[in-house]
């Protein structure tokens, strides 16, 4: 969907003119994650912004109110029977350490630990300002967002000490 803002032009006669600009939506990309028996749970929206990707999560089913880790992995593939092993490691295209605490870090795919509600609904828009959408080397369509059963230390090589992988969605 293109929005349309008008303006006003001023002629050299001194005629004024009302005339329009477009400007173009900006690219997102979708993802449905997947618990660890293959049901759907919820899903997520990544929107490239001009300095990064904003991601808009909604997934219900988890642990009730716990904090818990996200991050972006390297492989878009979300596989049950492997909790989500399929996946991979944390997207790490600058080879970084991980976390924010870390000397050298974090990793592109670290994001910042939720909160997950008392009736197991998670709602989080992320900001993450190392990644784009579809960048050749840091763009994350076609990885997959993972959450993870526990709080990330955000130090602890190299994935933080998150625990088993709850939930995954293939960002496409």
């Known amino acids: 969907?293109?929005?349309s803002f008008p303006f006003l032009l001023l002629t050299g006669m001194g005629l004024l003119s009302v005339a329009s600009a477009t400007a173009q939506e900006p690219s997102t990309a979708t993802a449905t994650f997947v618990d660890a028996n293959g049901n759907e749970i919820g899903n997520a929206t990544a929107t490239e912004t001009p300095s990064g990707v904003l991601l808009d999560l909604s997934v219900d089913g988890l642990p009730k109110a716990t904090w818990v880790a996200v991050h972006i992995h390297e492989n878009g593939e979300c596989d049950?029977?492997?909790?989500?092993?399929?996946?991979?490691?944390?997207?790490?295209p600058a080879g970084r350490s991980h976390g924010y605490f870390s000397p050298g870090g974090p990793h592109a795919g670290d994001l910042p630990n939720q909160h997950v509600q008392p009736n197991g609904?998670?709602?989080?828009?992320?900001?993450?300002?190392?990644?784009?959408?579809?960048?050749?080397?840091d763009g994350i369509r076609s990885r997959a967002l993972v959450i993870h059963a526990d709080a990330d230390d955000y130090e602890s090589q190299p994935s933080g000490n998150a625990g088993r992988r709850l939930a995954c969605a293939v960002i496409e």
């Open 121 to 137: 609904e998670l709602r989080a828009e992320i900001f993450n300002h190392l990644i784009t959408l579809d960048g050749p080397d």
């Open 80 to 92: 049950p029977a492997s909790a989500h092993d399929s996946a991979g490691g944390h997207f790490n």
């Open 1 to 3: 969907m293109k929005r």
